[in-house]
């Protein structure tokens, strides 16, 4: 729901490394966004293309790698998958679980000329 | 061609503020929630009782967050708190910028704790830090058992749940057991209080856990 505040404050880091790098052409802009971000690739996309009309990442594809919830467990160091809900360390049932990724929002690289 | 490695938080502007309010508060000694829930699930009705059963034991203020209005604003006022209403004229949630112009209206240190009431969205608000201490989640029974599994990131990210409305189980099917469990595995050192703003069950529980939380 928050799409276009959060495209306003990507389009403001794409200009701000534009400038800092003198580049006069961003054409691809790649964040990573992890699954439990509450924020939909789509929505962002769509508001992204509306507001970088008229600066030097117009042109700009905006590239979403979507990093899955992932979880770690502290007893016995076990990786799960975090998507749904766990309550216990599906290999030795502890609960003493983390999520070790899926909240990601960041921009990762930009491609310029 | 070039490529140029960011590795910048989308939200660094948000964070920010949020890193700079957290030192403020800890310097001037007040405690910070930020309550969360959806529209209807009683935020205002949970400060109004809250306050109400503080009775000044603690120096309390509100920022009051809604699309429109005052009206909140007014009713915890009436509690005899200082309350700071932003209307944040469409926004889903409440941010860096709108905090720190609430702020400016608040003596922070002759408080003991600062109540945040968010906008009513159990998904936008989660995902914008204001520097509090712990974000108190509210649900109402009447929303349905499925709302933790279905938006797990407030309940996964709040240090208290508050399940409200419970004098109403009796007259529809919500499991108030399912919201125990999915929270539980969700967050397991969350602290959960089963409440009615109506009937003023659960309420003494939650009060006296808030009091040593903001003392201890």
């Given amino acids: 729901m928050h799409e276009l505040s959060i495209a306003q404050s990507l389009l403001g880091i794409v200009l701000q490394e534009a400038a800092r790098h003198g580049v006069s052409r961003v054409t691809k802009v790649a964040v990573k966004i992890g699954a439990l971000a509450s924020v939909v690739p789509s929505s962002l996309t769509f508001s992204f293309d509306m507001i970088k009309e008229g600066t030097v990442a117009a042109e700009a594809v905006l590239e979403i790698e979507q990093v899955p919830a992932m979880g770690v467990c502290h007893a016995c160091g076990a990786e799960m998958d975090m998507s749904g809900l766990v309550a216990a360390c599906p290999a030795c049932g502890s609960k003493d679980i983390e999520l070790s990724s899926g909240q990601e929002l960041y921009v990762d690289h930009i491609e310029a000329e | ?216």
């Avoid at chain 2, 061609?1 to 910048?8: A, D, L, T």
């Avoid at chain 2, 209807?40 to 503080?54: F, I, N, P």
């Avoid at chain 2, 709040?158 to 967050?187: F, Q, S, W």
Wanted: proline share 4%; with cysteine; hydrophobic share 40%.
């Fill in chain 2, 1 to 216: 061609m070039s490529e140029i490695e960011v590795g910048r938080n989308i939200l660094e502007a948000n964070q920010t503020m949020a890193d700079r309010f957290r030192r403020r508060f800890a310097e001037q000694g007040v405690k910070v929630l930020n309550l969360i829930s959806s529209p209807g699930a009683g935020k205002t009705s949970v400060l109004e009782k809250t306050l109400t059963r503080l009775d000044g034991r603690l120096n309390c203020a509100v920022i009051e967050g809604d699309i429109q209005t005052d009206e909140d604003a007014r009713r915890v006022a009436a509690c005899g708190v200082p309350a700071v209403q932003i209307q944040t004229q469409g926004a889903c949630h409440l941010d860096g910028p709108m905090i720190s112009e609430a702020l400016e209206a608040l003596d922070l240190g002759s408080l003991d704790l600062l109540i945040i009431e968010n906008v009513g969205n159990l998904v936008c608000p989660v995902d914008f830090d204001l520097g509090e201490d712990m974000k108190v989640a509210v649900l109402s029974v009447t929303e349905g058992d499925d709302k933790p599994s279905k938006y797990p990131a407030l309940f996964r990210a709040a240090g208290v749940l508050l399940v409200n409305k419970i004098d109403l189980l009796p007259y529809i099917d919500c499991d108030l057991e399912r919201i125990h469990d999915t929270c539980r595995a969700l967050n397991p050192k969350q602290k959960v209080f089963d409440i009615s703003c109506r009937t003023g069950e659960g309420l003494k529980d939650w009060v006296a856990w808030l009091e040593s939380w903001v003392k201890g």
